[in-house]
């Protein structure tokens, strides 16, 4: 269902802001009429929206994945050719300001290109086929029960002794709180830890045995360091002169990382 929109309300145009857009066309009565929607519009929806007084995403109403599909405003051999990929007014748009709605964050969709002095946004063909893919895999996935749903929850480590760093937030007491609403809402949460700090506690001294269970893999010490053996100088520098299991994760409390899936 392709749906048109401003994010302000218009009498002049018709248009119905964003959430009487989402009730109009995605929603029948109090019920969704699509299984995910692809957004393709930058900038945070909730925080342009009229209804200061919304608690929470304007897509929490609808209830369906929402995936964010970026428009890089360069073209796209610059864009391939940039480590960075996206310059930072892209990666305010299209990412950090969508993070605020909840989307999940699909590849770039299209691209700014110039000819003979006119600007087009050109889609690439296999970045929509991926796209596309990633719907409909998110529509199969709301099919199944919770209880048979695997979620991963990946926590940054910007150095050795810092998992879940972000500066300015609480990511310990977030991640209990993620932990108890799945448990709530029927996905398979062995426990949840009592405070942000057993979280942290739990994340540094070895997972408890609930959480082993569902490992699929441990990384003993062997491994690891003919792992460690086949970096490159530089990051074998930046790991230390002492390397190991303990160091680089989460552990089984055997010395091994464990690999939850």
């Known amino acids: 269902v392709p749906v048109f929109f401003t ?18 066309y995605l929603m029948k009565g109090r019920r969704p009429r699509v299984g995910a929607v692809i957004m393709c519009t930058g900038f945070s929806q909730t925080a342009l929206s009229k209804e200061v007084d919304l608690e929470g995403s304007v897509f929490e109403e609808l209830g369906v994945p929402v995936l964010q599909a970026p428009t890089v405003y360069r073209p796209i051999r610059e864009w391939e050719e940039d480590p960075r990929g996206m310059d930072p007014g892209d990666l305010s748009m299209s990412v950090i300001q969508t ?18 002095g006119r600007f087009s946004i050109d889609t ?19 099919a199944l ?14 150095s050795m002794g810092r998992i879940g760093y972000a500066r300015g937030l609480d990511t310990m007491r977030s991640l209990r709180a993620i932990l108890e609403r ?5 996905y398979n949460v062995p426990y949840v830890p009592d405070s942000g700090e057993a979280v942290a506690e739990m994340l540094d001294g070895g997972l408890d045995d609930g959480y082993r269970e569902g490992c699929v893999d441990r990384i003993g010490p ?9 970096l490159p100088p530089s990051a074998r520098y930046a790991l230390g002169s002492d390397p190991g299991p303990s160091r680089a994760g989460p552990g089984g409390g055997d010395g091994s990382i464990t690999i939850q899936g």
Not at 7 to 24: Q, V, Y
Not at 124 to 140: F, K, N
Not at 146 to 158: F, K, Y
Not at 222 to 230: F, L, Q, T, V
């Open 7 to 24: 994010p302000s309300a218009s009498e002049s145009i018709g248009s119905l802001e964003i959430r009487g857009t989402i009730r109009k």
């Open 182 to 186: 799945m448990a709530r809402e029927g």
């Open 99 to 116: 993070e605020f709605d909840g989307q999940v964050l699909a590849p770039p969709l299209a691209f700014t290109e110039s000819r003979m």
């Open 222 to 230: 062997g491994r690891y360091h003919i792992w460690y053996e086949g």
């Open 145 to 158: 029960p919770r209880s048979e749903v695997r979620v991963a929850i990946v926590l940054s480590r910007p």
């Open 124 to 142: 690439v063909p296999d970045r929509v086929s991926a796209i596309a893919d990633s719907a409909l895999a998110w529509c199969r996935l709301q």
